[in-house]
Nanobody
Framework: QVQLVESGGGLVQAGGSLRLSCAASGSFFSINRMDWYRQAPGKQRELVAVRTSPGSPNYADSVKGRFTISRDKNTVYLQMNSLKSEDTAVYYC???????????????WGQGTQVTVSS
């Protein structure tokens, strides 16, 4: 089993910063990719940032220049600067994981962490 645990969400004023973390644990062979998504009330879940190892990160247009995704082994981070009210959402970590050598990869989700930006 693979678990993803997010942390770092909270309430922040517009213009402020937060750093989200997502740690993967459990039994697996490799983590191929770790991404961040978010879902605002009444909206569909959207991709925020993706980091393939060793590829370059990609960001949603709405967060380019403000958010930075990074990864250290089995933990992925999302540094969020210059936060805006429209960044308010539940942020989810997603990982593409190969459970054993030569096996298929599977997608796993964290439980989500709430980010609220007050204007």
């Amino acid at each position: 089993q693979v678990q993803l645990v997010e942390s770092g969400g909270g309430l922040v004023q517009a213009g402020g910063s937060l750093r989200l973390s997502c740690a993967a644990s459990g039994s697996f062979f490799s983590i191929n990719r770790m991404d961040w998504y978010r879902q605002a009330p009444g909206k569909q879940r959207e991709l925020v940032a993706v980091r393939t190892s060793p590829g370059s990160p990609n960001y949603a247009d709405s967060v380019k220049g403000r958010f930075t995704i990074s990864r250290d082994k089995n933990t992925v981070y999302l540094q969020m600067n210059s936060l805006k009210s429209e960044d308010t959402a539940v942020y989810y970590c997603n990982a593409d994981v190969t459970r054993w050598r030569g096996g298929s990869s599977y997608s796993y989700w964290g439980q989500g962490t709430q980010v609220t930006v007050s204007s």
